[in-house]
């Protein structure tokens, strides 16, 4: 199985950015981490992240036929983004949201999900294991 892990915007400043919401793991902690979560489970995962929104739907698409599953933490863009939640529909790829901190905990703002409604589960307010959470879900329901 081959899972692409896609993170948006400010996920490279964990550690640094508000560590009482996103702890003091910095990203490449939470790389090494599923890296080796994915080693465990004898899967291939590869990273990708970037804090501009057509650079996430062109790595979204690139999972078209290339990758088993999606496990995306869409930043800010979650709230904001059609296109996103676009790119997820058209490429068909099972995909699951993952956010560190509980957003249905913090500003109204946050409680809004766009891509939500492409993917098959989310996972929120688990820290860095929630991605982990979703790797194992992928593997479980569609592997």
């Known amino acids: 199985m081959k899972i692409l ?3 948006g915007p400010n996920l490279n ?3 640094i950015r508000e560590p009482a919401y996103y702890g003091r793991e910095t990203y490449q902690d939470l790389l090494n981490k599923i890296r080796a ?3 465990a489970k004898k899967i291939t995962v590869e990273f990708r992240q970037s804090n501009h929104e057509g ?3 062109d790595y979204i698409q690139s999972a078209y036929e290339a990758f088993d599953g999606i496990v995306i933490n869409p930043g800010a863009y979650t709230h904001t983004s059609i296109a996103i939640l676009d790119a997820v529909k058209s490429v068909g790829v099972p995909t699951c949201e993952v956010h560190i901190s509980d957003v ?3 500003e109204d703002f946050r409680k809004t999900s766009y891509i ?5 589960l989310t996972v929120s307010g688990h820290g860095t294991n ?3 959470e ?3 879900y992928l593997i479980e329901h569609y592997n």
């Open 130 to 132: 929630g991605y982990l």
């Open 5 to 7: 892990v896609i993170n």
């Open 116 to 120: 939500r409604a492409a993917c098959v």
């Open 13 to 15: 400043m964990l550690g």
């Open 55 to 57: 650079d996430l739907v």
């Open 104 to 106: 249905n905990a913090r």
């Open 37 to 39: 979560h994915a080693d």
């Open 134 to 136: 979703a790797i194992d």
